[in-house]
């Protein structure tokens, strides 16, 4: 770990790690035996730490796997994903929401939504956590800053 990087506790890489999986906080704390609002306050914890606002969930997961704390076991077929649902899962993967994804890519908020369902379609999940996690997985993702373009 360096310096500037700030270190994630056990528990917060727990919940990290079921947001790569797809699982809601509700799913994540019956499967660890604690408290839904206690997730949540973990996971806020967790990305005031690394600096992170916004969208928390997915900049976590992206976060997680770009500094060690989870690892791609699961390797899977490179999808083929156009320049862009890569710029819209790049967004994602830094935490952006639908507006500032839309503020970024000079498209409207409701074309940035639909760009996303494309994305989950595409990768065959259901939430955009997942869908970092599957593109780490995929190696579309990599630790050199984003997309492995």
């Given at each position: 770990m360096t310096g500037e990087q ?56 992206e976060y997680a796997y770009q ?83």
């Amino acid at each position: 770990m360096t310096g500037e990087q700030a270190a994630l506790t056990r528990r917060a890489v727990e919940i990290i790690a079921g947001y790569a999986c797809g699982l809601s906080a509700a799913q994540i704390a019956e499967r660890l035996g604690i408290r839904e609002r206690t997730v949540h306050t973990h996971t806020y914890v967790a990305s005031k730490r690394a600096g992170i606002a916004g969208a928390r969930q997915a900049a976590l997961v992206e976060y997680a796997y770009q500094h060690g704390y989870l690892v791609a076991g699961q390797v899977r077929p490179r999808p083929s994903l156009t320049p862009r649902l890569e710029e819209v899962l790049d967004c994602a993967a830094r935490g952006l929401g639908h507006r500032a994804t839309a503020a970024e890519l000079g498209i409207r908020p409701k074309t940035a939504r639909n760009h996303r369902d494309r994305l989950h379609r595409a990768l065959g999940v259901h939430t955009t956590a997942r869908a970092v996690a599957v593109a780490w997985e995929a190696g579309l993702r990599t630790t050199e800053g984003g997309a492995d373009r």
